[in-house]
């Protein structure tokens, strides 16, 4: 199975997009993280974007975004733009106008959460466990996709809807692309498709993650040695079975804890946990907050 058959099968979900107006230099528009991937696109001015506890990096008009899922990140303008923002008509009520400061426009973005979906599994960016960032220059075929959705989103009419998603599956697409021809790390579980015993195992692994798995188990059912396949999956995947596993049950804890009001314990033993207190210190190790502190962080933002 190729890499091309992969990016032909895959399914993009067009989530709500908002526009973010952010005015006034220095004015910060913090944004917490969500359970979904997000993507920003730069319409307009410049400043800086800081992920996480990262160092700040420069963006400006045209810049593409594509952040994993609960990655706390914060937008930044600068200097007052001369760039035309656009202006914001909602597609039905998908795209909201959040604006911040005063003053006089600096940075504008379009924002919106994104899915992919591949052979019915869901969560593929989740995957993803780096920033995908890139500044797009003019007539870049990225760039001009982008520019065509926004044109879309902000002057809705018949078909917007399909169009907008073709756009962004189509913007999508070529991303993915881009990254895995650089050899981006975070495009490796492509590397994993193209190889169907692995992508087997991490189908596997997605669909069980609740059961108790062992670097044995999953070497027994992809017919290979205990060895071999360990090394074989860190070479495809960029990290241990074992370890991917864990990451995914707490992405899963993460997306219940801020949905859901259900009770810590009770959330433990739904991704595979019988113990509270060992997968509270887990949780803490992976988001670097307990349970009871990440859900009060994340009902605070809503």
Known sequence: MTIDRILEAIEVDLQPFAFCEIKGASTTLALPGQTQAILHYVTGGRGDIIIGKHSPQKISRGTIILLPAFQHHQLISATETTDPLPQCRPIDTALKHILAGHGPQTLGAVCGL??????????????????????????????????????????????????????????????????????????????????????????????????????????????????????RFKEIYGTGPIDLLRSIRMRRAAELLSGSDLPIKTIASKIGYKSRSYFTRTFEIEFGKTPDKYRKSMNSTT
């Open 114 to 231: 994104v899915d992919i979906s591949y052979q019915g599994i869901t969560g593929i960016l989740n995957l993803i466990q780096e920033p995908l960032i890139e500044h797009l220059e003019p007539g870049d075929r990225i760039r001009n996709a982008m520019d065509e959705l926004v044109l879309e989103l902000t002057n809705p009419t018949i078909g917007t809807r399909a169009l907008a998603r073709s756009l962004l599956e189509q913007c999508i697409i070529m991303l993915l692309r881009r990254h895995h021809n650089k050899g981006h790390k975070s495009i490796n579980w492509l590397n994993g498709v193209a190889d169907q015993q692995m992508w087997t195992i991490l189908q596997h692994i997605l669909d069980t993650s609740k059961e108790a798995h062992t670097v044995e188990s999953l070497a027994d059912k992809a017919g290979m040695s205990r060895a071999h396949f360990a090394k």
